[in-house]
């Protein structure tokens, strides 16, 4: 079945970009997610890329997809305090279901 | 209420009790879902509904019952856990048809704590 793997923390100072990475092994997902969870609270989708995309900009945040790799990232630019908390990536295992990696802690430094 | 309502949000019971966990959605999804989240590990989905039939059981031991009564309303009833069972249970919908991205919409969760 799919795997999604993450590492576990990342630490940056306020105002740099962080860049949080992912790889997978399913290469049938046709989306791929980022996931963010603040404390307390449950998952948000950030933002997502459909599977025959190299890049996808969102303000703040940059997707890039390596199909052949099978490596995904997320790039915060001009990270803030406000932007700590775990973030999740997620492909679509062989039914379709989401399947989540174990997460990567973003601290964010003043 | 909009989105994923999901109570309680804080849970604490023995190991002999029975207590039930629920999740309304308000998105007008016709996909619900279980999810266990444990410290260091991944995401477990645990159950899956479509339209009110179950389409999925990762393998979850039986002492967590899921019931989906109608397309808005799920529960998980909780009977005889062990410590291991603690964690944070978040609840999911999401609209499965053709062409839609496969987004999840979460609840905020239910701690739970066996003792």
């Known amino acids: 079945g799919e795997d999604v793997e993450q590492s576990l923390f990342l630490s940056v100072r306020e105002g740099d970009s962080s860049v949080i990475n992912c790889t997978y092994t399913?290469?049938?997902?046709?989306?791929l997610y980022w996931y963010k969870q603040e404390p307390g609270a449950g998952l948000q989708l950030l933002t997502y890329?459909?599977?025959?995309?190299d890049m996808k900009q969102d303000q703040r945040l940059t997707v890039l997809l390596n199909k052949k790799d099978k490596h995904l990232s997320l790039r915060i630019a001009d990270t803030q305090t406000g932007d700590s908390a775990i973030y999740f990536c997620?492909?679509?295992?062989?039914?379709?279901?989401?399947?989540f990696g174990q997460g990567t802690t973003l601290q964010v430094k003043p | 209420e909009t989105g994923v309502t999901q109570t309680p949000r804080h849970l604490v019971m023995g190991m002999t009790n029975k207590k039930s966990l629920k999740c309304e959605q308000h998105?007008?999804?016709?996909?619900m879902y279980w999810y266990k989240q444990s410290a260091k590990k991944p995401l477990e989905l645990m159950f899956v509904?479509?339209?009110?039939?179950?389409?999925e059981n990762n393998s979850v031991p039986s002492r967590f019952s899921p019931e989906c009564p109608n397309s808005s309303h799920l529960f998980l009833h909780l009977h005889t856990l062990q410590p291991e069972d603690s964690a944070l249970y978040l609840c999911?919908?999401?609209?499965?048809?053709?062409?839609?991205?496969?987004?999840?919409?979460f609840g905020e969760g239910s701690r739970l704590t066996v003792l």
């Open positions: 999911a919908s999401s609209q499965e048809n053709s062409g839609s991205t496969g987004e999840l919409f």
């Open positions: 399913d290469s049938s997902s046709t989306y």
């Open positions: 890329i459909f599977s025959n995309m």
């Open positions: 997620a492909g679509q295992g062989n039914t379709g279901k989401l399947i």
């Open positions: 998105l007008g999804h016709n996909a």
């Open positions: 509904y479509n339209f009110k039939e179950q389409t």
